[in-house]
């Protein structure tokens, strides 16, 4: 092991946890949003690759990150479009319309890539997001680079999170989208359209992991088969873990944000662990937490149901 101060290492792990933790915040924050208008949306691993490619893609055409981000954007409309068709017009068992969206999204991103891209002699890198520090707050010792010297999509993430719990909470927008998940009945009977409430909310939170996905395509600068890696699933417990509030999926962001920050930061301080066991560690983590808040866990009334008008 490295001689490098054990504070180092834990400085390490919360600057690197905080980009891990933006990518589960901003998809558990659209599925949030999905479910708690009663739709359960399985595809966010397959909508998350098409935006990590879409993003790469548009990145590399227009030379900017920017376009990368509005590439992923358009990836997860494109797929939640589709979803949100057959689960909420089609009345198709949820789980199953998410499951085939999740496969078509990874099958189509890795063909598309493997077409364009996978056959090139030299690795395409494309223009990657750059930090914006904070002035003043990011020259504090210590703490300075660790929070305030980060991408404009870190700070935007964590500002989103009371943003969309006062208008959930607090507005008769969100109180609509809170009703047509407990009793989508009820709600169509005093004038609420559920199915154009759950549509708005699926296609948010399909926008949501595609931004995730391209944000990830580009912190690195480039897309490779397999680059979610299980972190659509993880953000799918997230948004369970945190009952549907967008608070704790906060909480529950930056919980496995730092565990995914454990890996490489013992790597930059040359401790010796097998990276196999430190890429399931999340995964693990999951597989907990799901077990002790199974019991507890409380969805809306009408969460996983297809509506349809008498």
């Not at 057959?86 to 077409?115: H, K, M, P, R």
């Not at 990011?138 to 009371?162: C, E, N």
């Amino acid at each position: 092991m490295s001689n490098l101060p054990l504070s180092i290492f834990f400085a390490d792990v919360i600057t690197i946890g905080i980009g891990y933790t933006t990518i589960f915040l901003l998809a558990s924050l659209g599925e949030i949003y999905a479910e708690k208008s009663g739709v359960l949306n399985l595809s966010l691993e397959g909508i998350m690759s098409m935006g990590a490619f879409f993003g790469y893609s548009f990145a590399i055409l227009f030379n900017n990150p920017y376009f990368g981000l509005l590439g992923g954007i358009l990836a997860g409309l494109l797929l939640g479009i589709i979803f949100a068709y057959i689960s909420i017009t089609l009345g198709v068992n949820q789980v199953l319309a998410g499951l085939s969206i999740w496969l078509v999204g990874i099958g189509i991103s890795d063909f598309l890539y493997t077409l364009t891209f996978g056959r090139s002699m030299f690795l395409l890198t494309a223009p990657t997001l750059k930090n914006v520090p904070i002035p003043y707050l990011s020259d504090l010792p210590v703490i300075g680079k660790m929070f305030f010297d980060h991408t404009i999509i870190d700070y935007t993430a964590y500002i989103l999170v009371p943003v969309l719990w006062y208008f959930l909470y607090k507005t008769k927008t969100g109180l609509k989208i809170i009703s047509v998940g407990e009793n989508p009945r009820a709600a169509d009977s005093v004038g609420i359209n559920v199915n154009k409430v759950r549509y708005a909310t699926v296609l948010f939170g399909s926008i949501m992991s595609g931004l995730s996905g391209s944000y990830i395509a580009l912190t690195v600068g480039l897309y490779q088969v397999g680059i979610i890696a299980g972190r659509g699933w993880i953000s799918i417990g997230i948004a369970a873990f945190s009952g549907l509030n967008p608070a704790y999926g906060l909480l529950g962001s930056l919980l496995f944000g730092l565990i995914s920050a454990l890996g490489p930061s013992f790597m930059i301080i040359g401790y010796k662990i097998p990276y196999e066991f430190l890429d399931i560690t999340p995964f693990l983590a999951l597989i907990v937490v799901v077990m002790l808040i199974s019991k507890r866990m409380r969805m809306p009334s009408g969460h996983g149901q297809p509506y349809k008008r008498e």
